[in-house]
């Protein structure tokens, strides 16, 4: 959402599409926007012809009149309906929810959500959820951000590895903000049997998953790209996380890229 207001705001949308097909197809694509009571707040189609065996990108730019933006106070979803159709058929649907909202960071000013300061009053979040373990029970993942909600807390960083959908799901509901982290070891080990052993093969990919599965949680504001490293000031240091930074910022230019030391 490149442009937020109280009477408009604009929502830029893009769709792969794939064409699993031996030859090439006609379609069109789509996208509705609805608010939180199911009406439609904007729409957009456009008619595309994919080659055989092939993907194509859709990007559309909507408008959306006196939205409600989200914020920790008023956690407004909206969720994109996107369609494609081939001929008389629907061949996909895909429902998005995300928020409207503008992050800002200044050296001045600090952190701004929607042009407004505001200080982060949180803590650092391991994955797991007491006596029940690691699994992720959605009621559970829900329950802890109720409790720290309760307890005043506005944000939380999840240390020290990407949490899992239902956590991001119930922090965009009720109003949570969220500095996501990749991993707490690079090529240097903590532990012999760490991540460390699969760093520079996996990272790049692994990062990646992790930035396209996320980036629509409008929660999100930071994305944190290690925690207390081993690697020193030094040109590995530098190195990596150059590397690192940059490979965010190639899939979301959108948020400030971080390191929990």
Known sequence: TPETG?????????????????????????????????????????????????????????????????????????????????????????????????LEFSAKNGFLLNGKAMKLKGGCLHHDNGLLGAAAYGRAEERKVEILKAGGFNAVRCSHNPPSEAFLDACDRLGMLVIDEFTDMWEWYKNPQDYSRFFREWWKRDLTDMILRDRNHPGIIMWSIGNEIHEREDSTRIRISRQMADHVRSLDNTRAVTQAV
């Open 6 to 102: 109280n009477d408009s705001a604009v929502a830029e949308v893009e769709v792969t599409t794939r064409n699993e097909l031996g030859t090439g197809a006609l379609a069109v694509v789509r996208v509705n926007l609805k608010d939180r009571d199911g009406k439609i707040a904007a729409s957009a189609k456009q008619d595309i012809f994919i080659p055989g065996g092939s993907e194509k990108v859709v990007r559309l730019r909507l408008n959306i009149l006196n939205p409600e933006l989200w914020s920790v106070e008023s956690p407004n979803l909206y969720s994109a309906e996107i369609t494609v159709k081939s001929g008389k058929k629907v061949a996909d649907i895909l429902n998005q929810k995300f928020g409207i909202r503008s």
